[in-house]
């Protein structure tokens, strides 16, 4: 499996910035794409932004283009989330996940073909 490991949540008041990082390690040659998703209590689960590693094809819900930037490191198996701009409504448990099975854009923001998830790290944005 792989292993992923997210940092950088922390809380901050609606307009700022947050850089959420996430390392894998394990067996990450066989790693299709890498994702972050959310998850607010009482929300479903949310595809946030995506990313594959070979072309570096990048995919983002809309209700966080224009704000989010995802983007990777391979020497450092690393993938980031750059938050600009963030809203209250952005505040959520954010996931790391790793897609080892699935290629093909239409597995990028769907959490149920991610094989690998990452502890989460807290986002609280505050008014």
């Known amino acids: 499996q792989v292993q992923l490991v997210e940092s950088g949540g922390g809380s901050v008041q609606a307009g700022g910035s947050l850089r959420l990082s996430c390392a894998a390690s394990g067996y990450t040659y066989s790693i299709n794409s890498m994702g972050w998703f959310r998850q607010a209590p009482g929300k479903e689960r949310e595809g946030v932004a995506a990313?594959?590693?070979?072309?570096?094809?990048?995919y983002y819900a809309d209700s966080v283009k224009g704000r989010f930037t995802i983007s990777q490191d391979n020497a450092k198996n690393t993938v980031y989330l750059q938050m600009n701009s963030l809203k209250p409504e952005d505040t959520a448990m954010y996931y790391c996940?790793?897609?080892?099975?699935?290629?093909?854009?239409?597995?990028?923001?769907?959490?149920?073909?991610?094989?690998?998830w990452g502890q989460g790290t807290q986002v609280t944005v505050s008014s």
């Open positions: 996940a790793a897609n080892r099975l699935y290629s093909g854009r239409w597995y990028a923001l769907r959490g149920e073909y991610y094989n690998d």
């Open positions: 990313i594959y590693t070979g072309g570096g094809s990048t």
